[in-house]
């Protein structure tokens, strides 16, 4: 079993669509939650960041963390054609700081 | 936010060559650098913490004699790798971390090794 698993997609969604994005985990030492966000062939960009369990919110875009259920979230609300791109989930032990296990990513495209 | 480039963005080698890639925290110090790789459709892997004034240390199975690492200054980390193969042919992206919690992505570099 990976220690991240995240679903790879693709998914396909129309403009203003509430956009629901997943990663899952295996190792319950992780306490620090990332979501980046990557266009193709560029680095990934940090999105969001979440320590333990619980709800973020920045905008459009919400983090939700449930370390009982090792599963972690990305909402993305009033979704834009320029939120195409592929998501990643990323995660750490100690910190933002420290090295990061990512998901595969999700590759997301909004039609307009 | 903060800004962290990559040189070259991308480079084709000949097999058996070495090629170095330089990754610059511009707006900020970082005292530690991840050296990471990503292949076609796969996540990033890491590949090596590099700490600013000492050695790299290497993720399991990354060979530190093929990719050497130095991180000369606070804003300035390279990678080398040496006597390159095609298999070595990937994405390479390097982070930044800035204070205590921030990991800034560089924006990669394509290596293609014929």
């Known amino acids: 079993q990976k220690e991240v698993e995240q679903d790879p997609g693709p998914l396909s969604v129309p403009e203003g669509a509430i956009v629901s994005l997943n990663c899952t985990y295996s190792?319950?030492?992780?306490?620090?939650f990332m979501w980046y966000r990557q266009y193709s062939r560029k680095g990934p960009e940090l999105l969001m960041y979440?320590?333990?369990?619980g709800n973020k919110e920045d905008g459009r875009f919400t983090a939700q963390v449930d370390k009982s259920s090792k599963y972690i979230s990305l909402f993305i609300r009033d979704s834009q054609p320029s939120d195409s791109a592929t998501y990643l989930c990323?995660?750490?032990?100690?910190?933002?700081?420290?090295?990061?296990?990512f998901g595969k990513g999700t590759k997301l495209t909004v039609n307009p | 936010g903060a800004v962290v480039s990559q040189h070259p963005s991308w480079v084709i080698c000949k097999s058996g060559t070495s090629v170095k890639i330089e990754c610059r925290s511009l707006?900020?110090?970082?005292?530690?650098m991840f050296w990471y790789r990503q292949f076609p459709k796969q996540s990033l892997m890491l590949m090596a913490t590099?700490?600013?004034?000492?050695?790299?240390?290497?993720e399991q199975g990354v060979e530190k004699d093929k990719f050497l690492i130095n991180h000369a200054s606070l804003t300035l980390s390279t990678l080398t790798v040496t006597s390159a193969h095609p298999e070595d042919s990937s994405f390479y992206i390097c982070?930044?971390?800035?204070?205590?919690?921030?990991?800034?992505f560089g924006p990669g570099t394509r290596l293609t090794v014929t």
């Open positions: 982070s930044a971390v800035k204070g205590a919690y921030e990991q800034y």
């Open positions: 990323a995660m750490s032990l100690q910190g933002g700081s420290e090295k990061l296990v």
């Open positions: 707006d900020f110090q970082a005292t530690t």
């Open positions: 590099s700490n600013e004034g000492s050695k790299a240390t290497y």
């Open positions: 190792n319950s030492a992780f306490q620090y």
């Open positions: 979440t320590y333990s369990s």
